[in-house]
Each structure stands twice: as C-alpha cells, then as structure tokens.
C-alpha cells in the first residue's frame, strides 16, 4: 500500500484534521466513475423566423431548458435544408440558413437531434427573442 499523507507529532491539529478529511475523501470518490456527457452541442444562437411563426403566442410556456423538436422541412421554397424548429407541434422557427447545413445532412443521416431552449427574453426585439442550442445525442 502506498502512504500519501504522513502524520508526524509536529502536526497541528488543524493541519491533521484537514490530511485525514481528504484521505478519507480519496478513499470515497476513487470508485466512482463520472459519467460521459450524452449531448453533444453543434450549434447555439437565435431562432431565424420567430417573429413569423407561433413564437410570442408560447413563449409564455417556455422555460430555459424546455426540450423542442427538429424536424427537416426539404420542401421550403425559401430554404431547401430548412430545419422546422416546433414546440409542442406549433411551429416556432428555424435553424438560421447560414448555419443549418451540417445539421440538416446529420438529421438526413438518421442522427437525432434535439434542441433545447437558453432562454426567452420578451423584451428583446422578435428576432432575438429566443436563443437555443442544438445537440446531437450520443450513444450512451
């Protein structure tokens, strides 16, 4: 067995009580495992289209961290990799065009992703109300 802390008699009792408190707390956290991120996130920013679509009629309803769903929208006139972004099936906007290439081709690829809410400020103008991050779900 490997010593990692020696005791000696010139010790204060303070610096004793703090060497036995981390030893036992190595002891304790050496068996546990920290567990492997699920998410990995591809993208953050604002919601293109929000002042469009159902947005300020839920916005009430949302909350930082509220889960929305992502769906691909190849028929769009305006966008042919559009990605609908919806609440509770109400449509609510789209991943901005400058940035919805690599996700609309993981979507495409059968990758799932989600997006979940930062946060909703009502008071900002409708274009920049609603700032949320994409994640792809990983496999653990």
């Given at each position: ?47 293109a289209g929000y002042q469009y679509a159902d947005g300020e009629e839920v ?82």
């Amino acid at each position: 067995m490997v010593t990692i802390f020696k005791f000696t008699k010139s010790m204060t009792r303070i610096q004793f009580l703090h060497a036995l408190s981390a030893f036992f707390l190595m002891r304790f956290f050496k068996h546990k495992r920290l567990r492997e991120p699920t998410e990995d996130v591809l993208w953050s920013g604002y919601l293109a289209g929000y002042q469009y679509a159902d947005g300020e009629e839920v916005e009430h309803l949302i909350a930082p961290g509220t889960q929305l769903e992502l769906m691909r929208e190849s028929g769009n006139p305006h966008d042919e990799l559009a990605i609908l972004v919806r609440y509770k099936g109400r449509k609510i906007g789209y991943i901005p065009r400058s940035v919805n290439q690599i996700p609309a081709a993981l979507i495409e690829s059968g990758y799932k992703l989600i997006a979940r809410v930062q946060y909703i400020d009502s008071s900002s103008p409708k274009w920049q109300r609603a700032y949320i991050s994409v994640l792809m779900k990983n496999k653990f």
